[in-house]
T-cell receptor, first 113, second 113 residues
């Protein structure tokens, strides 16, 4: 299995509080991605990174920011959490010639009350 | 990007071959077909991908029709652990190599004893 960890694995937070989720890889892969998964919507891309300090938006980026200061870590921040951001968040990495061959982490279950 | 159509659910007997179809009638000449699966509560898992030739790896075989408008993922000897949601995704290569996977609803494969 690809060396990807996500932390925390579970989190409950209150509306309006900031939350940061961490994705850590040991594969030295170039590409990293954040997805969210909700019932009825499947997996949707939030943000992705194609290198250190290089990031771009996905299809559901509103309310989220990301940072990548080193190859191994990709942080997802909810500046002010809302109940609509209750979801399961998956990180993925890719380092092959095809960035569509991605390897996913175990996920973080976030509940915003 | 080309869209895909998959049956919402399928059953398969344990030990038999599971054949999962996918229609992608609007696929362009340089777009690849990717297959992922997601076992309950886990992150998606990359299975296989192809352009126009049939492909096989340790997990599965991918058969793409000559006109490339459809494909079939074959799990040669399905086990109970293959019960999962299977996603067929079409993604472009080359200069559009952003890795932006677009997951549909997929096919829920139930392998029965």
């Amino acid at each position: 299995d690809a060396g990807i960890t996500q932390s925390p694995r579970h989190k409950v937070t209150e509306t309006g509080t900031p939350v940061t989720l961490r994705c850590h890889q040991t594969e030295n892969h170039r590409y990293m991605y954040w997805y969210r998964q909700d019932p009825g919507h499947g997996l949707r891309l939030i943000h992705y990174s194609y290198g250190v300090k290089d990031t771009d938006k996905g299809e559901v980026s509103d309310g989220y920011s990301v940072s990548r200061s080193k190859t191994e870590d990709f942080l997802l921040t909810l500046e002010s959490a809302t109940s609509s951001q209750t979801s399961v968040y998956f990180c993925a990495i890719s380092g092959t010639s095809s960035s569509y061959e991605q390897y996913f982490g175990p996920g973080t279950r976030l509940t915003v009350t | 990007d080309a869209k895909t159509t998959q049956p919402p659910s399928m059953d398969c007997a344990e030990g038999r071959a599971a054949n999962l179809p996918c229609n992608h009638s609007t696929i362009s000449g340089n777009e690849y077909v990717y297959w992922y699966r997601q076992i309950h509560s886990q992150g998606p898992q990359y299975i296989i991908h192809g352009l126009k030739n049939n492909e096989t790896n340790e997990m599965a075989s991918l058969i793409i029709t000559e006109d490339r408008k459809s494909s079939t993922l074959i799990l040669p000897h399905a086990t109970l652990r293959d019960t999962a949601v299977y996603y067929c995704i079409v993604s472009p290569p080359g200069s559009s190599n952003t890795g932006k996977l677009i997951f549909g609803q997929g096919t829920t494969l139930q392998v029965k004893p």
